[in-house]
Every structure is written in structure tokens, then in C-alpha cells.
């Protein structure tokens, strides 16, 4: 889940650093969020489990919980001001750090249950990444009267990256047999703190009366080349014996680190769709988004949402969404504007229930946004 696609009436098309507009016109001034969560565990879960005794039943309760491809963390936050210059021109500067990670299915089976008999653990599926990036971006946008008013625009980011690790490999399998255990694995962290390099975001958008269509692509191309990395590698070769001799059995580990020159990083791609309508004092919305892979920044699944806008006063408005994200499960999503030129935006998204004990995941963003 993330939180700059969950508020589609305030800022739901972000447009990178540079125009990020809303469906009504708006683009962030300045604005900050902040989400975070699992895939599987709610607060309520580790209120009740954590220091408890877990028997056969509940250590079950808890692994069913888990996608078979794992139990997901994630949290994302994100900083970011944009200013625009003369109405096609902008320049903006986002300050962004994320972090993703998936443990494995078989791993935590065996850390509930120990090892069965007859049963291959798999390690696989561990992945995890973690970024923090510094941009600058320059905007542009230009409407084509030949083509029915289409307005077509992008910016392109300068990037500095302050950290990255990534865990570059992990394979192996482990076997519970009558005999004993046996199995190998290897798993390699690869890090740096010394980061540059270049991306590009575009959209194109249609408005058709009162109402606005949008398509938005965020890290069409993005690469940050890191340097002077260090790659950690811990090899673990198993093989105990289940009978009484001692010298029959081993474990043995091996640790090194050795240094990589350059690495790079590609971002993944995230594409938003966006179709909003008003009514009067109404604004209503729905809106597609999915990143193509999964990355420190976003797990790769899709998100629906449909969000709904009532404008109160002229300086007071409150927003209200419902909508489904493939990590995350249900969420919800309230939001208050204050003001009317520079307005306060405040949201608070949680998933998939509002009560705190039933969160999975929350995430919170507040800002100024400014008309275009």
C-alpha cells in the first residue's frame, strides 16, 4: 500500500516531483506520507501472540495467515516540494526511502514447528531491498490542440542515493529425514552508500468537460548506479546425523566479504490510471496503479480504488475511499481539506480494517497543495 496512490481525489496521479496534480487540478506545494505494514499480521495478532504461549492450533492459525509466497514487510516515506513556473514549466525536489522484504514460507514453518520428518524447507523465495534517493526534477507539459487536447508531459529527475542493500542471492534447501538433516544455502547482501544517476516520469491526460482522464507512469526509465559496494556472502552447509557419533554430523559456515565496483539499480516502473468526475459540490473517482516488479518502494501488486469528495464550505471539503490492494487486502481512506487556494490536506489510510487491533498496514500524508 502505498500512500501517494491511495488519496486519489488530493494527489492520487502523482506526477513525479514536477506537476504532481490531482484529478481536480491541484499539485503538491509541499507534502509528506508515510505507510507501513506486513502482509499477513495485525496489531490485534501481536497484541494477543507476543510472549504467549503458542500451541500446536495456534502456531497453525498463524502460518495460515501467510501467503504461500511469504510474509511481507514493507514502509515507505517520502518527503517532497514542487513549484510551478509560467504554467508548462515546474521544478520540485523529493526526498524518498523505502524498504521491502519477503520471508519465506518454509522458513517460518520451521521456526514454529522445528523440522519435520520427510519434508525439503526451501529458501528460495527470500527477497528484500532497501533504498534512499535524493531527486531533482525539471517538468514540462504542453497541451496538442491537433489531437483533442490531449496534454502531454514528463520531468526528468537528477538522483542521489544516500543507501541501498539489496540481498543480491539466496538459495539452498534443507531435508528432514530418518537419517538426519542435511541441506546447504547461500545468501549475499550486496550494499553501498554512494549513489547517482538519472529517471524519467511521463503522463498524458484528457479532460472532457467535468471530467479528467489520466495516464501517469512514474520511473519510466530510472537507474542509480551505486559504488564502492560491499557484498556480504554467508555459505552453511548442514549434514547432522541422526545417530549416536558424534563425527558423523557437521555445520559448517563460511563468511566473506568482497568488494563490487559498480552495481546498478533500476526502479521499477509504477502505472497509474485515473478517472475522476465532478458534480457540483461532488468530486467522485476511480483509480488503477501497480508497479511492474517489486522493489524497496512497492511490491509489485495491483491497487483499485474509488474515492468520493464532498466539498462543504468552499474552504472545507472531506474525502472518503474504499479500495483493494493486492498486498494489503481492503483499505480505507479519510481525509480532510482546509482552505482554499493553498489548502491543508490531511489523510489517514489503514487496511484492511480502521480499528487499530484489525490494521495490517497504515499510512498517514499531510501537506499544502496549490491550483494550477
Known amino acids: 500500500m502505498r500512500a501517494n ?19 481536480t487540478g491541484w499539485y503538491q506545494l509541499l507534502w509528506t506520507e508515510v505507510d507501513f505494514g ?13 510472549g504467549a504461549f503458542l500451541d500446536e492450533q495456534t502456531k497453525r492459525d498463524l502460518t495460515s495467515s501467510v501467503p504461500s509466497d511469504g510474509l511481507s514487510f514493507f514502509a515507505h516515506a517520502s518527503t517532497r516540494a514542487s513549484y510551478e513556473i509560467g ?43 532497501a533504498s534512499a534517493l535524493a531527486e531533482l526534477s525539471f517538468g514540462y507539459r ?4 491537433s489531437v483533442g487536447g490531449v496534454t502531454l508531459g514528463g520531468s526528468f529527475k537528477v538522483i542521489k542515493g544516500f543507501g541501498y542493500g539489496v540481498i543480491s542471492q539466496a538459495e539452498g534447501t534443507l531435508f528432514s529425514g530418518e537419517e538426519g538433516i542435511s541441506g ?41 548506479t551505486w559504488r564502492d559496494c560491499d557484498e556480504e556472502i554467508n555459505r552453511i552447509l548442514v549434514d547432522l546425523d ?40 461532488w468530486l467522485v473517482g476511480v483509480a488503477y496503479s501497480q ?54 490536506v490531511l489523510r489517514l489510510t489503514s487496511s484492511p480494517a480502521p480499528l487499530p487491533s484489525s490494521m495490517k498496514s497504515f499510512s498517514v500524508a499531510i501537506g499544502l497543495l496549490r491550483q494550477m
Open 142 to 145: 504542453h497541451r496538442l490542440s
Open 291 to 344: 508497479s511492474l516488479g517489486w522493489s524497496a518502494f512497492g511490491s509489485g501488486r495491483p491497487h483499485l480504488e474509488v474515492s468520493c469528495m464532498r466539498d462543504l464550505t468552499g474552504w472545507l471539503s472531506l474525502e472518503a475511499e474504499l479500495g483493494w490492494d493486492g498486498e494489503a487486502g481492503p483499505t480505507q481512506a479519510l481525509g480532510i481539506w482546509i482552505g482554499k487556494i493553498t489548502p491543508f
Open 184 to 224: 546447504d544455502g547461500v545468501l549475499s547482501v550486496l550494499s553501498s552508500r554512494r549513489g547517482s544517476g538519472y529517471g524519467l516520469d511521463v503522463w498524458a491526460e484528457k479532460i472532457y468537460s467535468n471530467m479528467r482522464m489520466r495516464l501517469y507512469i512514474e520511473d519510466l526509465y530510472t537507474v542509480v
Open 87 to 129: 504554467g508548462k514549466f515546474s521544478v520540485g525536489g523529493r526526498l524518498r526511502v523505502g524498504q521491502y522484504a519477503s520471508l519465506p514460507k518454509d522458513v517460518l514453518d520451521l521456526i514454529l514447528f522445528g523440522n519435520e520428518m520427510e519434508r525439503t524447507y526451501s529458501l528460495e523465495d527470500a527477497r528484500g531491498e
Open 5 to 23: 496512490v491511495i488519496g486519489l481525489v488530493a494527489v492520487v496521479a502523482l506526477v513525479s516531483c514536477c506537476f504532481a496534480r490531482d484529478a
Open 242 to 281: 541422526a545417530g549416536e557419533v558424534p563425527s558423523d554430523s557437521l555445520v559448517e559456515t563460511v563468511h566473506e566479504v568482497r568488494k563490487v565496483t559498480v552495481f546498478e539499480q533500476r526502479l521499477k516502473p509504477r502505472v497509474e490510471l485515473t478517472l475522476a468526475r465532478a458534480w457540483d459540490n
Open 38 to 50: 506486513n502482509g499477513a499480521f495485525t496489531l490485534g495478532d501481536y497484541a494477543l501472540y507476543n
